[in-house]
């Protein structure tokens, strides 16, 4: 299993390029399965994540072309798609429920492995299935399988969401785009990635409307060819905004839109951080004392994202005071606390709420990944500890980060992947 080894402390300084948002192409590549047209997505992201998405469209009978770098393909559905999405791939990405959606509206039947548990919760599927009930779905649950089918095209349904969810708004429009008559959705998940699918859907001749959190789909009976490019991802974006917060780094980050970031750009802000931001880019510097910040809470966007709380815990603990942390979102997202305890943090635990004392001069120490984001704060923390760190079992930010040791070390990082 592969691992980073970190020798700090760092300064960075330089250019990063962000990469294709991993939630966005996402689910943009299960909606490749509505169409009967060829797709074109680029600016995909290199992040394992991808690939699992890529191998599950195979194994629904997909054709798929990708451009020598990876970052362009090219996707074509047979006639006769095939309609079980295997527990060895669902497995492994929660994210393949999405496929739900497209494949119940456009092939009418789907047999999908039931997704568990993870690390930072239960992470259930109860509202992505009662949506689609509510739109014609019958489903059973059989020997770890949902079972789901309708007899012919779904009907547009009114449907009023217990609880902002991103898959479940994700799923649902997929599956309301080419459903009979229109469909109103409340209380909507909006994040960006949320708004690049419904672009991507209208683009290709949906027709989807946004007021708010509401979303009205007026379905189509088919989807037309198109070409159409990825968004920046905005957490690996924030994820370096917090480096050179941390570090004293002075940064120019390019390929994304900061108004995707500006929420988590106030936070930085309020630490100490000095930045200018264009439309696709943002100079950046840290500050040599970072401020505490009270009262941090996590919520969907445009809060504070969860997928960027355990990057901000690891930058409270360099802060000059008390500093605290609300998880809103999932119940058991503070995996990195231990592991940064091992570094010398001094962090309480609370109900969902972390106290950070600040102050922290972290020592380099052997540390394990738990989950995607948690183990991208160890590298971060890793980073600014005095000495050497090992951060194991880093297949966990190899599904969401895109060659990270390289971008870092052009950015001044002593960092090795060690195999
Ligand atoms: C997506 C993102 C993930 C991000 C999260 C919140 C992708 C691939 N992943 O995950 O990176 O951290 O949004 O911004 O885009 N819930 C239920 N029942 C359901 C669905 C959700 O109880 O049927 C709960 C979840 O357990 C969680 C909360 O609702 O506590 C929000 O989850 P949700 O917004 O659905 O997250 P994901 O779409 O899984």
Same mark, same amino acid.
Not at 142 to 170: C, D, M, W
Not at 209 to 234: A, H, P, Q
Not at 277 to 290: A, C, M, Q, V, Y
């Given at each position: 299993? &592969? ?30 399965? #509505? ?12 992040? @394992? ?15 798929? $072309? ?35 959606? =497209? ?5 009418? %039947? ?12 239960? @992470? =259930?599927?109860?509202? !992505?299935?009662?949506?689609? *009930?509510?739109?014609?779905? %019958?489903?059973? $649950?059989?020997?770890?399988?949902? !079972? ?77 060819? $198109? ?5 920046? &991802?905005? /957490? ?52 040599? *004392?970072?401020? =505490? ?31 605290? /942390? ?88 002593? /960092?090795?992947? #060690?195999?």
């Amino acid at each position: 299993m &592969d691992k980073f080894q970190i020798k700090g402390p760092c300064k960075i300084k330089g250019e990063v390029e962000i990469s294709g948002a991993k939630n966005s192409a996402l689910v943009l590549l299960a909606a490749t399965l #509505l169409f009967d047209k060829p797709v074109i997505l680029k600016n995909l992201p290199r992040v @394992r994540d991808i690939d699992t998405m890529l191998n599950l469209l195979k194994s629904l009978g997909s054709k798929i $072309i990708l451009s020598k770098d990876k970052k362009i393909v090219k996707i074509q559905n047979k006639k006769k798609m095939k309609t079980l999405a295997k527990y060895s791939l669902v497995k492994t990405m929660r994210a393949s429920i999405l496929v739900l959606g =497209p494949s119940i509206s456009k092939f009418h %039947k789907s047999i999908i492995s039931y997704p568990g548990g993870c690390n930072i919760g239960s @992470r =259930p599927v109860n509202y !992505h299935l009662s949506a689609l *009930k509510k739109l014609g779905m %019958k489903y059973e $649950i059989k020997q770890g399988y949902i !079972h789901a089918k309708t007899n012919g095209r779904l009907n547009g349904a009114k449907i009023n969401f217990p609880r902002i969810s991103v898959g479940t708004t994700e799923n649902t429009i997929l599956a309301a785009s080419l459903a009979s008559g229109k469909t109103i959705l409340k209380n909507c998940a909006i994040e960006p990635e949320i708004k690049d699918l419904t672009n991507f859907l209208n683009a290709a001749g949906a027709k989807i409307k946004w007021s708010g959190r509401t979303c009205s789909i007026t379905g189509v009976k088919s989807l037309k060819e $198109i070409n159409y490019s990825v968004m920046g &991802d905005r /957490i690996e974006a924030g994820t370096f905004c917090i480096a050179a917060t941390l570090a004293e780094g002075d940064l120019q980050i390019k390929n994304f839109n900061p108004k995707n970031i500006e929420t988590e750009l106030k936070l930085l802000k309020k630490a100490g951080a000095k930045f200018k931001t264009f439309e696709n880019k943002i100079f950046i510097k840290g500050p040599k *004392k970072i401020k =505490p910040i009270k009262n941090i809470k996590t919520k969907e966007w445009p809060g504070v994202a969860t997928d960027m709380q355990s990057q901000l815990m690891v930058l409270m603990c360099k802060a000059n005071g008390q500093s605290s /942390i609300t998880e809103n979102i999932f119940e058991n997202r503070f995996l990195h606390v231990g592991e940064l305890q091992r570094l010398g943090a001094k962090i309480k635990i609370k109900n969902s709420t972390a106290t950070i004392e600040g102050n922290t001069k972290f020592i380099g120490a052997e540390l394990m990944s738990s989950d995607l984001r948690a183990s991208v704060a160890l590298v971060l923390a890793a980073m600014v500890s005095k000495g050497k760190s090992a951060i194991n079992r880093i297949y966990h930010l190899d599904r969401g980060y895109e060659k990270l040791e390289n971008k870092l070390k052009k950015i001044g990082v002593k /960092i090795k992947r #060690l195999k």
